[in-house]
Protein backbone atom coordinates (compact mmCIF):
# COMPACT_ATOMS: atom_id res chain seq x y z
CA UNK A 1 0.00 0.00 0.00
CA UNK A 2 1.22 3.54 -0.93
CA UNK A 3 1.61 6.25 1.74
CA UNK A 4 -1.44 7.86 0.47
CA UNK A 5 -3.56 4.66 1.64
CA UNK A 6 -4.46 3.76 -1.56
CA UNK A 7 -3.93 -0.50 -2.33
CA UNK A 8 -2.79 0.31 -6.30
CA UNK A 9 -2.07 -3.42 -6.94
CA UNK A 10 -5.69 -4.04 -5.24
CA UNK A 11 -7.02 -1.43 -7.83
CA UNK A 12 -5.12 -2.55 -10.70
CA UNK A 13 -6.41 -6.27 -9.88
CA UNK A 14 -10.46 -5.15 -9.70
CA UNK A 15 -10.19 -3.29 -12.98
CA UNK A 16 -9.12 -5.76 -14.94
CA UNK A 17 -11.32 -8.44 -13.36
CA UNK A 18 -14.48 -6.10 -14.32
CA UNK A 19 -12.70 -5.43 -18.33
CA UNK A 20 -12.40 -9.59 -17.92
CA UNK A 21 -15.64 -10.59 -16.84
CA UNK A 22 -17.49 -7.85 -18.99
CA UNK A 23 -19.44 -6.56 -16.19
CA UNK A 24 -19.81 -4.75 -12.25
CA UNK A 25 -21.70 -7.38 -11.02
CA UNK A 26 -19.74 -10.45 -12.68
CA UNK A 27 -16.36 -8.87 -11.70
CA UNK A 28 -17.97 -8.30 -8.23
CA UNK A 29 -19.30 -12.34 -8.30
CA UNK A 30 -15.57 -13.61 -9.43
CA UNK A 31 -13.97 -10.99 -6.51
CA UNK A 32 -16.42 -11.81 -4.02
CA UNK A 33 -17.14 -8.35 -3.33
CA UNK A 34 -20.41 -6.00 -3.63
CA UNK A 35 -21.47 -4.34 -6.84
CA UNK A 36 -21.42 -1.24 -5.42
CA UNK A 37 -17.67 -1.60 -3.72
CA UNK A 38 -16.38 -2.84 -7.22
CA UNK A 39 -17.79 0.61 -8.45
CA UNK A 40 -16.44 2.94 -6.22
CA UNK A 41 -12.63 1.41 -6.53
CA UNK A 42 -13.50 2.03 -10.58
CA UNK A 43 -14.55 5.29 -9.85
CA UNK A 44 -11.62 6.11 -7.20
CA UNK A 45 -9.18 4.94 -9.71
CA UNK A 46 -10.26 7.12 -12.58
CA UNK A 47 -10.89 9.82 -9.79
CA UNK A 48 -7.08 9.88 -8.99
CA UNK A 49 -6.08 9.52 -12.66
CA UNK A 50 -8.01 12.13 -13.99
CA UNK A 51 -9.60 10.22 -16.48
CA UNK A 52 -12.20 8.29 -17.72
CA UNK A 53 -11.43 4.71 -18.18
CA UNK A 54 -14.73 2.92 -19.03
CA UNK A 55 -18.02 4.48 -20.35
CA UNK A 56 -21.38 2.60 -18.54
CA UNK A 57 -24.50 1.62 -20.56
CA UNK A 58 -27.41 -0.57 -19.82
CA UNK A 59 -25.98 -2.90 -21.82
CA UNK A 60 -22.61 -3.38 -21.57
CA UNK A 61 -18.80 -1.52 -20.65
CA UNK A 62 -17.00 -0.16 -23.29
CA UNK A 63 -13.14 0.67 -22.72
CA UNK A 64 -12.11 3.98 -23.38
CA UNK A 65 -8.56 4.08 -25.34
CA UNK A 66 -7.28 5.28 -21.85
CA UNK A 67 -8.85 2.24 -20.16
CA UNK A 68 -7.44 -0.13 -22.61
CA UNK A 69 -3.93 1.55 -21.88
CA UNK A 70 -4.25 1.35 -18.51
CA UNK A 71 -6.06 -2.45 -18.68
CA UNK A 72 -2.58 -3.75 -21.06
CA UNK A 73 -0.42 -1.94 -18.50
CA UNK A 74 -2.52 -3.26 -15.39
CA UNK A 75 -2.37 -6.89 -16.44
CA UNK A 76 1.39 -6.76 -17.32
CA UNK A 77 2.40 -5.55 -14.05
CA UNK A 78 0.19 -8.02 -12.16
CA UNK A 79 1.82 -10.49 -13.86
CA UNK A 80 5.19 -9.63 -13.01
CA UNK A 81 3.59 -9.30 -9.35
CA UNK A 82 2.62 -13.12 -9.87
CA UNK A 83 5.57 -14.37 -11.61
CA UNK A 84 7.98 -12.74 -8.85
CA UNK A 85 5.92 -14.74 -5.98
CA UNK A 86 6.47 -17.62 -7.79
CA UNK A 87 9.77 -17.43 -8.81
CA UNK A 88 10.53 -17.06 -4.93
CA UNK A 89 8.41 -19.60 -4.02
CA UNK A 90 9.29 -22.06 -6.31
CA UNK A 91 13.47 -21.70 -5.59
CA UNK A 92 13.50 -24.92 -3.77
CA UNK A 93 11.40 -27.06 -6.33
CA UNK A 94 10.99 -25.09 -9.71
CA UNK A 95 7.93 -26.03 -10.83
CA UNK A 96 5.51 -24.63 -14.17
CA UNK A 97 5.86 -24.79 -18.06
CA UNK A 98 8.61 -23.73 -20.45
CA UNK A 99 8.07 -23.29 -23.60
CA UNK A 100 10.89 -23.80 -25.59
CA UNK A 101 11.84 -23.35 -29.60
CA UNK A 102 15.10 -25.12 -31.32
CA UNK A 103 15.81 -26.33 -35.02
CA UNK A 104 15.15 -29.54 -35.90
CA UNK A 105 18.46 -31.31 -36.08
CA UNK A 106 19.37 -29.59 -33.02
CA UNK A 107 16.35 -31.07 -31.00
CA UNK A 108 17.02 -35.00 -32.76
CA UNK A 109 20.75 -35.11 -32.34
CA UNK A 110 21.47 -33.31 -28.93
CA UNK A 111 18.57 -31.70 -27.16
CA UNK A 112 16.12 -34.15 -26.62
CA UNK A 113 18.64 -36.80 -25.18
CA UNK A 114 19.53 -33.92 -22.68
CA UNK A 115 16.39 -32.66 -21.81
CA UNK A 116 15.11 -36.55 -20.83
CA UNK A 117 17.28 -35.80 -17.82
CA UNK A 118 16.57 -32.55 -17.34
CA UNK A 119 12.90 -33.51 -16.73
CA UNK A 120 13.85 -36.66 -14.36
CA UNK A 121 15.92 -33.90 -12.35
CA UNK A 122 12.73 -31.70 -12.18
CA UNK A 123 9.67 -33.56 -12.26
CA UNK A 124 8.11 -30.20 -11.30
CA UNK A 125 8.80 -28.95 -15.00
CA UNK A 126 6.53 -29.44 -18.08
CA UNK A 127 8.30 -28.34 -21.47
CA UNK A 128 6.46 -27.57 -24.40
CA UNK A 129 8.90 -28.06 -27.46
CA UNK A 130 8.25 -26.27 -30.41
CA UNK A 131 10.85 -28.21 -33.09
CA UNK A 132 11.04 -25.61 -36.12
CA UNK A 133 13.66 -24.27 -38.16
CA UNK A 134 11.49 -20.91 -37.91
CA UNK A 135 12.63 -18.08 -36.00
CA UNK A 136 9.77 -17.73 -33.04
CA UNK A 137 9.25 -14.47 -31.27
CA UNK A 138 10.48 -14.60 -27.76
CA UNK A 139 9.80 -11.04 -26.87
CA UNK A 140 6.09 -11.18 -28.39
CA UNK A 141 6.13 -13.83 -25.57
CA UNK A 142 5.35 -16.83 -28.24
CA UNK A 143 7.83 -18.85 -26.66
CA UNK A 144 10.41 -18.54 -22.95
CA UNK A 145 13.48 -19.65 -24.38
CA UNK A 146 14.64 -20.30 -27.77
CA UNK A 147 17.87 -21.81 -29.09
CA UNK A 148 19.43 -20.25 -31.58
CA UNK A 149 22.26 -20.59 -34.12
CA UNK A 150 25.08 -17.91 -35.71
CA UNK A 151 25.12 -14.11 -34.99
CA UNK A 152 22.28 -12.86 -32.67
CA UNK A 153 20.62 -9.85 -33.71
CA UNK A 154 20.79 -6.49 -31.21
CA UNK A 155 17.69 -6.72 -28.92
CA UNK A 156 17.14 -6.52 -25.13
CA UNK A 157 17.12 -10.46 -25.10
CA UNK A 158 19.32 -12.35 -22.52
CA UNK A 159 21.87 -14.94 -24.67
CA UNK A 160 23.36 -17.43 -22.96
CA UNK A 161 26.54 -19.29 -24.81
CA UNK A 162 25.69 -22.57 -24.76
CA UNK A 163 28.54 -23.99 -27.12
CA UNK A 164 29.88 -24.11 -30.98
CA UNK A 165 29.87 -25.97 -33.81
CA UNK A 166 32.43 -26.45 -37.30
CA UNK A 167 31.13 -26.92 -40.88
CA UNK A 168 31.74 -29.82 -42.86
CA UNK A 169 32.10 -30.32 -46.41
CA UNK A 170 30.40 -33.55 -46.96
CA UNK A 171 29.16 -36.01 -49.99
CA UNK A 172 27.91 -39.74 -49.95
CA UNK A 173 30.60 -42.10 -51.11
CA UNK A 174 28.25 -43.22 -54.24
CA UNK A 175 28.54 -39.29 -55.43
CA UNK A 176 31.91 -38.97 -55.50
CA UNK A 177 32.24 -42.21 -57.51
CA UNK A 178 29.61 -41.02 -59.84
CA UNK A 179 31.13 -37.44 -60.61
CA UNK A 180 34.70 -37.10 -59.07
CA UNK A 181 36.01 -35.83 -55.67
CA UNK A 182 37.01 -32.51 -55.82
CA UNK A 183 40.06 -31.27 -54.39
CA UNK A 184 40.31 -27.75 -54.97
CA UNK A 185 37.09 -25.07 -53.96
CA UNK A 186 37.44 -24.17 -57.33
CA UNK A 187 36.29 -27.65 -58.26
CA UNK A 188 32.58 -27.22 -56.75
CA UNK A 189 32.01 -25.44 -60.39
CA UNK A 190 31.68 -29.02 -61.35
CA UNK A 191 29.19 -30.09 -58.86
CA UNK A 192 25.53 -30.01 -57.91
CA UNK A 193 26.03 -28.22 -54.64
CA UNK A 194 23.17 -28.60 -52.15
CA UNK A 195 23.09 -25.10 -50.50
CA UNK A 196 20.44 -23.56 -47.71
CA UNK A 197 17.91 -21.31 -49.28
CA UNK A 198 17.39 -18.49 -46.60
CA UNK A 199 20.52 -15.64 -46.50
CA UNK A 200 23.52 -16.10 -43.98
CA UNK A 201 25.72 -13.95 -42.75
CA UNK A 202 28.42 -14.94 -45.17
CA UNK A 203 26.86 -15.04 -48.92
CA UNK A 204 28.86 -18.25 -50.05
CA UNK A 205 30.74 -21.56 -48.62
CA UNK A 206 33.85 -20.08 -46.30
CA UNK A 207 37.45 -22.02 -47.10
CA UNK A 208 40.72 -20.83 -46.26
CA UNK A 209 43.09 -19.43 -49.13
CA UNK A 210 46.89 -19.31 -47.72
CA UNK A 211 46.08 -16.85 -45.10
CA UNK A 212 42.69 -15.37 -45.71
CA UNK A 213 39.25 -17.03 -45.91
CA UNK A 214 37.01 -16.10 -48.71
CA UNK A 215 33.56 -17.11 -49.62
CA UNK A 216 32.79 -18.71 -52.64
CA UNK A 217 29.14 -19.01 -54.27
CA UNK A 218 28.18 -22.30 -55.22
CA UNK A 219 24.91 -23.38 -57.10
CA UNK A 220 23.14 -26.37 -57.74
CA UNK A 221 19.73 -28.02 -58.39
CA UNK A 222 18.12 -27.72 -54.81
CA UNK A 223 18.23 -25.37 -52.00
CA UNK A 224 16.48 -25.70 -48.42
CA UNK A 225 15.78 -24.01 -45.03
CA UNK A 226 16.53 -27.17 -43.16
CA UNK A 227 19.99 -28.73 -42.17
CA UNK A 228 18.55 -31.86 -41.86
CA UNK A 229 17.24 -31.76 -45.48
CA UNK A 230 20.44 -31.36 -46.93
CA UNK A 231 22.04 -33.57 -45.10
CA UNK A 232 19.67 -36.33 -46.18
CA UNK A 233 19.76 -35.18 -49.72
CA UNK A 234 23.28 -35.64 -49.70
CA UNK A 235 22.90 -38.87 -47.64
CA UNK A 236 20.71 -39.89 -50.84
CA UNK A 237 23.51 -39.21 -53.60
CA UNK A 238 22.52 -35.88 -54.94
CA UNK A 239 25.44 -33.37 -54.35
CA UNK A 240 27.78 -32.16 -51.78
CA UNK A 241 26.54 -29.96 -49.35
CA UNK A 242 28.37 -27.58 -46.46
CA UNK A 243 26.40 -27.49 -42.72
CA UNK A 244 27.23 -27.67 -39.32
CA UNK A 245 29.42 -30.55 -38.14
CA UNK A 246 27.10 -31.75 -35.96
CA UNK A 247 24.63 -32.74 -38.18
CA UNK A 248 27.19 -35.25 -39.81
CA UNK A 249 29.04 -36.43 -37.35
CA UNK A 250 26.78 -40.11 -36.99
CA UNK A 251 27.08 -40.02 -40.68
CA UNK A 252 31.07 -39.08 -41.09
CA UNK A 253 31.78 -41.69 -38.25
CA UNK A 254 29.78 -44.77 -40.34
CA UNK A 255 31.10 -44.19 -44.02
CA UNK A 256 27.90 -42.94 -45.03
CA UNK A 257 29.54 -39.56 -45.61
CA UNK A 258 32.65 -38.20 -46.66
CA UNK A 259 33.93 -35.22 -46.16
CA UNK A 260 35.74 -33.09 -48.35
CA UNK A 261 38.13 -30.49 -49.18
CA UNK A 262 39.31 -30.51 -45.25
CA UNK A 263 42.64 -29.09 -46.39
CA UNK A 264 40.45 -25.92 -46.92
CA UNK A 265 38.50 -25.82 -43.92
CA UNK A 266 38.84 -22.67 -42.10
CA UNK A 267 37.54 -23.93 -38.93
CA UNK A 268 35.13 -21.35 -38.82
CA UNK A 269 32.76 -21.56 -35.84
CA UNK A 270 29.16 -21.03 -35.11
CA UNK A 271 27.99 -20.20 -31.85
CA UNK A 272 24.51 -21.68 -30.46
CA UNK A 273 23.41 -19.57 -27.72
CA UNK A 274 19.76 -19.93 -25.44
CA UNK A 275 18.03 -16.57 -26.26
CA UNK A 276 14.90 -15.46 -23.50
CA UNK A 277 13.85 -12.70 -21.48
CA UNK A 278 16.37 -12.34 -18.82
CA UNK A 279 16.42 -10.07 -15.71
CA UNK A 280 15.08 -10.28 -11.98
CA UNK A 281 12.13 -11.28 -13.23
CA UNK A 282 13.42 -14.90 -14.75
CA UNK A 283 11.57 -17.59 -13.22
CA UNK A 284 13.40 -20.14 -11.44
CA UNK A 285 12.33 -22.69 -14.26
CA UNK A 286 13.48 -21.13 -16.81
CA UNK A 287 17.03 -20.22 -14.88
CA UNK A 288 17.72 -23.98 -13.69
CA UNK A 289 17.02 -25.38 -17.56
CA UNK A 290 19.39 -22.70 -18.88
CA UNK A 291 22.09 -23.71 -16.06
CA UNK A 292 21.98 -27.59 -16.73
CA UNK A 293 22.03 -26.86 -20.75
CA UNK A 294 25.38 -25.10 -20.04
CA UNK A 295 26.85 -27.75 -18.39
CA UNK A 296 26.06 -30.57 -19.86
CA UNK A 297 27.31 -29.07 -23.16
CA UNK A 298 30.24 -28.09 -21.80
CA UNK A 299 30.94 -31.93 -21.96
CA UNK A 300 30.92 -32.46 -25.55
CA UNK A 301 34.02 -30.11 -26.07
CA UNK A 302 35.97 -32.52 -26.92
CA UNK A 303 33.68 -33.29 -29.93
CA UNK A 304 33.37 -31.10 -33.02
CA UNK A 305 29.55 -30.76 -32.26
CA UNK A 306 27.21 -28.46 -30.42
CA UNK A 307 28.77 -26.90 -27.07
CA UNK A 308 32.02 -27.75 -28.39
Known sequence: MNRDGVDRTAEMA?????????????????????????????????SRLGVQLIVRTTRRLRLTSEGEDYARSARRILAEIDEAERSIADQGCPRGRIRMTMPAAYARLVLVPLLAEFVTLYPGITLDLDVSDEIADVMGGEVDIAIRSGPLADSPLTARRLGETGQSVVASPAYLAREGTPLVPADLARHNCLDFGFRR????????????????????????????TLVQLALDGHGVTRVGTFHVAEHLASGRLVAVLEDFNPRDREALHAVYIGGAMMPARNRVLIDFLVDRMSTRRAQDAPGG
Open 201 to 228: AEAGWLFRDGERTTALRVGGTITANSGE
Open 14 to 46: TFVAVVREGSLSAAARALDLTPSAVSRIVARLE
